[in-house]
């Protein structure tokens, strides 16, 4: 049943996008959202590499609409680094994606922090002992950005 649904929640979204690139064109936030939404389904349905070639197409789209130091671009930066079937690949654009984050909102806001998190996740998958012991230092700064950010308040 799952699995249908699962299916039927793909075609769908195929159609949305079908629609929006010929109403807005292709790389409108429209457009570009309902990607996204394809990408995403693709994660659920356990389809990395179409889930990958979705999320690089769409933050494409964002790069061209918004720039390189949007939200948006950042955000979806870093889904295409948790995909990419490169982990080396994905490890270099998750910290591009915290670089930019960083300038913009600074080393402890939680957007940045939540990259860091996915960048230990990266670190973790890549199965090296030097990229774990990394990922463990970063598991600690996060902490101690965290346990700071909440003893201001």
């Known amino acids: 049943m799952c699995s249908y649904r699962t299916q039927e929640g793909g075609k769908l ?3 949305a996008i079908a629609l929006a690139e010929e ?7 429209y457009t570009i959202r309902a ?9 659920d349905e356990g389809n990395p590499v179409a889930a990958f070639k979705t999320l ?6 964002y790069q061209r609409f918004y720039g390189d130091d949007s939200k948006m671009t950042l955000s979806l ?4 680094a948790m995909n990419h079937p490169d982990v080396e690949e994905g490890e ?4 591009i994606a915290i670089r ?8 402890g806001a939680s957007r940045t922090m939540k990259i860091e998190n996915n960048l230990v996740l990266l670190l973790l998958r890549s199965a090296s002992e030097a990229k774990e012991h990394e990922a463990e230092a970063y598991c600690r700064k996060l902490y101690e950005v965290n346990s700071f ?3 201001l308040k």
């Open 23 to 29: 109403i807005n064109g292709p790389d409108h936030p």
């Open 35 to 43: 990607i996204v939404r394809l990408g995403n389904q693709y994660i």
């Open 100 to 107: 930019q984050t960083s300038q913009l909102w600074g080393p």
């Open 56 to 61: 690089e197409r769409a933050w494409k789209g």
């Open 92 to 95: 270099r654009l998750i910290r």
């Open 77 to 80: 930066l870093s889904m295409v």
């Open 149 to 151: 950010s909440h003893s």
């Open 13 to 15: 979204i195929r159609k």
